[in-house]
């Protein structure tokens, strides 16, 4: 079954940085929305961001506007978050997800079954 693989994460402080990819060999994800979704513990796990096919669109949740920007290669098959300004609220695990829909892309978990290992993300002083 399909997964997306990330990488990334890390410690870092906060007003600090950090970029995330997710990437797969199984699928073309020039095909599809790319989604990033975090889950802090305890907590449900929530829609970050949500590029297009093409990247023409993209999508942020309003924690994060602002601060994170998606992109993609898709020559290289890959789909980029760049974390800036990072708060300790935004420490999570992060996934990516791929979707046939943009609109749908983040809309809520419960639309994909599959999930990759996540990447996590800290961030404390």
């Known amino acids: 079954q399909l997964q997306l693989v990330e990488s990334g994460g890390g410690l870092v402080q906060p007003g600090g940085s950090l970029g995330l990819s997710c990437t797969t060999s199984e699928i073309t994800l020039g095909y599809y929305a790319i989604g990033w979704f975090r889950q802090a513990p305890g907590k449900e796990r929530e829609g970050v961001s949500c590029i297009s096919s093409s990247g023409g669109d993209t999508y942020y949740a309003d924690s994060v506007k602002g601060r994170f920007t998606i992109s993609r290669d898709n020559a290289k098959n890959t789909v980029y978050l760049q974390m800036n300004n990072l708060k300790p609220e935004d420490t999570a695990k992060y996934y990516c997800?791929?979707?046939?829909?943009?609109?749908?892309?983040?809309?809520?978990?419960?639309?994909?079954?599959?999930w990759g290992q996540g990447t996590q993300v800290t961030v404390s002083s």
């Open positions: 997800t791929a979707s046939d829909s943009f609109s749908l892309c983040v809309s809520h978990p419960a639309l994909y079954d599959n």
